[in-house]
T-cell receptor, first 114, second 112 residues
C-alpha cells in the first residue's frame, strides 16, 4: 500500500533563507507527484506537478525534483518570504491496488519569520 | 473564472439526517474527487470519478455515496451521518487523473 511521508512536520526559518521540504513514498509506480500549498482555513493550491517521466519542475522561486527509484521528492524554496508561510503538501497518484488514487502526505507546516 | 465550487461551506447536522454536499466545476474536467481532511491524518480520498457514470472508491469510502450524472457535478451524499464524519471536506477536479488538481474551498461539517 502506498504511503507518503513528509519530514519535518514543522519548520521555522528566518526570511531570506533557502529551504528544502522533503516528501518520500513507498511505491515507485506512480503517474505523477504534485506539491500543494494550503493556507489556514483555505483550500489547496497546486504549486508544481511532476510527471513520472520528469525529473524536476520549476516555477518562480520554487523547484521540485523527483527521484522515483529512491521514492523521494524535494521542494526547494529560494529566498523565502513571510508570505511563503503555509502548510505544504505532496501527493502521489498511481495504480496502487489497481485503482487510480491520490495519496497525500500529512504536510510540512512552514513559518517564515520577518 | 475557472473554479471548483462547493456548497454549503459550513454545515451542522445531527446523527442520521441525510445530507448532500454539492461540488461543481466549470473547466470541463473529466476527473473529480472528494477528500476529507482530519488533524494528524492529512487528506484522505473518499471517492473519485474518471468521467460521467464512472466512479470508484478511494481509501475511506465507508458511509459515503457519490454520483456523476453530469460532467460538471459530483455530489457527496451522507445517507446517515455519524459524529466520526465530522471533518473538513474538499472537492477537486482535473482534466484527467494525471493532471493538476484544482480544489474547492472546502466544506466544514459537524455531526452532533
Amino acid at each position: 500500500k502506498q504511503e507518503v511521508t513528509q519530514i519535518p512536520a514543522a519548520l521555522s526559518v528566518p526570511e531570506g533563507e533557502n529551504l528544502v521540504l522533503n516528501c518520500s513514498f513507498t511505491d515507485s509506480a506512480i503517474y505523477n507527484l504534485q506539491w500543494f500549498r494550503q493556507d489556514p482555513g483555505k483550500g489547496l493550491t497546486s504549486l508544481l506537478l511532476i510527471q513520472s517521466s520528469q525529473r524536476e519542475q520549476t516555477s518562480g522561486r520554487l523547484n521540485a525534483s523527483l527521484d522515483k527509484s529512491s521514492g523521494r521528492s524535494t521542494l526547494y524554496i529560494a529566498a523565502s518570504q513571510p508570505g511563503d508561510s503555509a502548510t505544504y503538501l505532496c501527493a502521489v497518484s498511481g495504480p496502487t491496488s489497481g485503482t487510480y488514487k491520490y495519496i497525500f502526505g500529512t504536510g510540512t507546516r512552514l513559518k517564515v519569520l520577518a | 473564472e475557472a473554479q471548483v465550487t462547493q456548497n454549503p461551506r459550513y454545515l451542522i447536522t445531527v446523527t442520521g439526517k441525510k445530507l448532500t454536499v454539492t461540488c461543481s466545476q466549470n473547466m470541463n474536467h473529466e476527473y473529480m474527487s472528494w477528500y476529507r481532511q482530519d488533524p494528524g491524518l492529512g487528506l484522505r480520498q473518499i471517492y473519485y470519478s474518471m468521467n460521467v457514470e464512472v466512479t470508484d472508491k478511494g481509501d475511506v469510502p465507508e458511509g459515503y455515496k457519490v454520483s456523476r450524472k453530469e460532467k460538471r457535478n459530483f455530489p457527496l451524499i451522507l445517507e446517515s451521518p455519524s459524529p466520526n464524519q465530522t471533518s473538513l471536506y474538499f472537492c477537486a477536479s482535473s482534466r484527467d487523473r494525471a493532471e493538476t488538481q484544482y480544489f474547492g474551498p472546502g466544506t466544514r461539517l459537524l455531526v452532533l
